[in-house]
């Protein structure tokens, strides 16, 4: 079994999720996107031991909790990222466009690619390559448990926004028809911000689709 705990973090609310492999305690962590020490926190009081960070997209927003993470661990994890998100990680996420400052310090070890298959204890998660919100947006795919997490590709209702640098809007709506749409309808689509929804609401009330 897979469990999920979320956290509301940062300042323009992002999700984080810490899941664990309820059999042998082996967890992950997608998108940190601040205080670190909390996520840390909550894994080691359920005697879980993080090893991976997987990011959905390098916004500054999603990789914000990176460096806080690894330093309340005490000792070294990967990465994950997806390689064409890997020039705007080098750009802090984009901080400097909103007049703020990232130092992280570290670089992605483990790059992602469409398709792969990534193990949490005897959970199989795949990832999809969803560009066009960003270039090298990835969601991470659960059909056991019937879970998506979609980072800034679909929202309750809503959509990513495609303004900032590499941002595709047509590329988008091809990311999201091709890789989430087609997922059974009662997936559950946990987003990088606001509350969870599904693939069957999503396709009944999201006008920008
Ligand atoms: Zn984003
Ligand atoms: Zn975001």
Redesign the pocket.
Known sequence: MLEIIPFVLGMVQTNTYLLADDANKEAIVIDPADDGAAIVKTALERQWKIQAIWIT?A?F??IGGVATLIKALEYSIPIGLHPDDIPLWKMQGGAGLFGLELEIGLEPDLLFYSRQVLKLGNNFIEVRHTPG??PGHVVFYNSQEGVCFC??VIFQGSI??TD?LGGDHQQLLSSIQENIMTLPDSTRLLP?HGPETTVLRERAENLFL
């Open positions: 997209h916004h927003d999603h919100h960003t980072g800034d990513g926004r900032l990088g």
